[in-house]
């Protein structure tokens, strides 16, 4: 006789929230995550943001087939009663399927190592630069040259922390480490928490960590009501001072891009003097750091006068500013919401919530893959040179659907991104409910 299944509710489920009593739902079936959420490899933010829910498509989208078999040991003995999968789950569901048995997951290309090479072209020349030639208009060139270096290594970072880039694990570790921590100064342990909850949450104006960036920016009126970052855990005031930089932020935003690498290496060292979180193999990551911290400033101390020294790093900086820009046009003019991401409506969030920039084959390394961002956001372990292959069976599920398919120019996004800061800029400067006004905001808005 076949044993009897025991059921809940959604409701039930729902109540199975809050750290310590975790519970998810994967096809139907309950798993009791509540002590894995400290040793899951993608933190514990995802977890936390999907428990007390289904959360299938989100596993589909983040996990190998090979992940599968290790769930029977979460299984708590319940089934979701109320289980069902729309149409569009359905679709997405197979899409994932087709690609896999396509073998579009293992085929990744030469394009690692086509860009590990220019990596190290970049750098040698830039170094060759500082040391060898003593023209200035040669070292302005060199931080340029370095600038590049750090959007290439970017991407590598990048893809490295979505899927196995490398031939073994151990080398795709040193990869992360290289090019991540050595190279950029960018700790992967930092980008790998963060960018982990903005594909969970993308477009959370509460839990997307990259829509969070008060007082300097808001993207939406709907963060002037002081929300809470359950990212950062803090609250996200909207003061005098957040008022003004807002108000001038579509004035701001290409400057401050410029300078944007200085708040990722702030970051990177918050989490890894943290004691709060727990931070694997946190050793290496600081000894990444270090070594980037020790190569930058000697070849920056190598060029002969302070004025040229600033204007290398003042240089390297702008350029790799170009990155910010891109992750920014991305996501800063599309759909954003308030509260905790949903498991049931994956698929239409993640294409609400981005934008592809059109661009020609050969400008594909420009933009590290990311051009295709709703390809990226639906299929993140997908290698990028996948990616411009699979967007047309993308398309035709958006329009299946009736479900939006952002895709712009570099140049349009720009000007979206732009319109979107001003707009919320302008609604900044009218708000109706108006905050203590400093002394700086009344000089430069006496006469509007």
Known sequence: MAESKSYITSDELKKHNKPGDLWISIQGKIYDVSDWVKEHPGG???????????????FVAFHPGTAWKFLDKFFNGFYLKDYSVSEVSKDYRKLVYE????????????GVLLSMCFMAVLFCLSVYGVL?????????ICGGLMGFLWIQSGWIGHDSGHYQVMTTRGINRFAQILSGNCLAGISIAWWKWNHNAHHIACNSLEFDPDLQHMPFFAVSPKLFNSLTSYFYERKMAFDSVARFLVSNQHWTFYPVMCFARIN???????????SKRSVPRRGQELLGLLVFWIWYPLLVSC???WGERLMFVVASFSVTGIQHVQFCLNHFSTSVYVGPPTGHDWFEKQTSGTLDILCPSWMDWFHGGLQFQTEHHLFPRLPRCQLRKISPFVKELCKKHGLPYNAASFWEANVMTCKTLRNAALQARDFTKPVPKNLVWEAVNTHG
Do not use: W, Y
């Not at 995802?46 to 299938?56: H, R, V, Y």
């Not at 690609?99 to 293992?106: A, I, P, S, V, Y």
């Not at 060898?132 to 302005?140: G, I, K, P, Q, T």
């Open 44 to 58: 514990a933010f995802p977890l936390l943001n999907l428990s007390g829910q289904d959360a299938t498509d989100a």
């Open 99 to 110: 690609f896999n048995k396509m073998g579009l997951f293992e085929q990744k290309g030469h």
């Open 132 to 140: 060898c030639c003593e023209r200035v208009l040669v070292h302005l």
């Open 264 to 274: 990722l290496f702030a970051q990177s060292f918050i989490l890894l003097s943290s």
């Open 303 to 305: 060029l002969p006068n």
